[in-house]
């Protein structure tokens, strides 16, 4: 039997490493002949064995690399391996294609299932399109939070089925920060989704910002990546249209939204976060669809950066992992 294992900072330390949060750092001594170091991260999912994060620290430490942080899964009853390491390391020393080597080749040892390593500070940021409709806030609290460094991706467009006015808070930021609208109007026939695959081809992931359609099995399969969707409501219960109203209706005490990916099946993909807010019979339906919107915007925020992160990983048919 196996249990669910964590390295934890105590164990981090008997192993040589020390968990940290920095953006950078410096090797001891002369500050002027220290070269600084650069972050990575790696995720690694593959069948459970004995010696799997000997041989990841391994790897690090034999190019001069700093393990910060690891975090480790094994689920009962379940031969299979998760991880999530933090490091820092000399690019000099260590080169970005020999670190891809390097991982790969423990890739291979263990027959890994996913093996990704990045390095924020070298790689290029993911670039996503952000799909919305009517509702701007979730789609404004994205832009902004992209304006001001706090989500590490590149927007290359906003696609929205409904048309926005060229004088509209929206519309007068994506034009001072030259991010492409583009309005396709859809009816029940049509849902534009050969429009939108040309537009979103060189993405890395979708976010659907309030988007008020439901894409198709079939265009989720061309697509080929990760779709991200903020649901205004706490799965699996209120699925489907107007779940703050269902959830009012039913006298709930307790208000929710939840981050997933996107599936075939409507609002079923595999939950990334939950957020929570206490609601009571004071509330009305305006004051509670208020405080679930705040929820949304967070919630969706947070599943982007942690997709970022690599903090999400698969987990059996329809679950996650997260570091």
């Not at 220290?34 to 430490?61: N, R």
């Not at 706090?150 to 467009?157: A, H, K, Q, S, Y």
């Not at 991010?179 to 537009?199: A, D, V, W």
Request: overall charge positive; charged content about 25%; aromatic content about 10%.
């Amino acid at each position: 039997m196996t249990f669910p294992r964590r390295v934890s900072s105590s164990f981090s330390q008997f192993l040589g490493f020390a968990k940290r949060s920095f953006n950078s750092c410096e090797l001891p001594g002369d500050p002027s002949s220290s070269p600084s170091l650069t972050y990575g991260i790696h995720v690694f999912h593959c069948p459970d064995a004995v010696g799997i994060v000997a041989k990841l620290s391994e790897c690090i430490a034999s190019r001069g690399g700093n393990i910060l942080g690891a975090d480790v899964f094994v689920p009962q009853k379940k031969n299979v391996f998760y991880s999530r390491s933090e490091f820092v390391f000399d690019p000099v020393k260590w080169p970005r294609k020999q670190m891809d080597e390097d991982f790969l080749k423990l890739s291979k040892m263990f027959s890994a299932i996913k093996s990704v390593v990045r390095v924020p500070a070298l790689d290029p940021k993911f670039k996503i399109a952000i799909l919305a409709s009517k509702q701007d806030h979730c789609l404004v609290d994205l832009l902004y939070g992209w304006q001001e460094g706090r989500l590490p991706v590149d927007i290359t467009c906003v696609i929205s089925n409904h048309h926005r006015g060229p004088n509209t808070h929206v519309m007068r930021f994506l034009e001072r920060d030259n991010i492409p609208y583009h309005y396709l109007q859809t009816t029940e026939e049509n849902k534009r989704e050969r429009e939108i695959l040309e537009l979103v081809l060189n993405t890395d992931f979708l976010v659907l910002a309030r988007y008020m359609q439901v894409l198709s099995g079939q265009f989720l399969r061309k697509y080929g990546k990760d779709v991200i969707n903020i649901h205004h409501g706490l799965l699996p219960s209120f699925k489907g249209g107007n779940p703050s109203k269902q959830a009012f209706d039913a006298g709930v005490k307790l208000i929710g939204a939840t981050s997933h990916f996107v599936t075939e099946e409507l609002d079923s993909g595999p939950i990334i976060e939950q957020m929570v807010e206490r609601v009571s019979h004071r509330d009305n339906l305006q004051s509670f669809v208020q405080k679930s919107e705040n929820l949304e915007k967070q919630c969706l925020a947070k599943a982007l950066r942690w997709h970022c992160d690599l903090r999400v990983l698969p987990y059996e048919d329809n679950r996650t992992v997260v570091f």
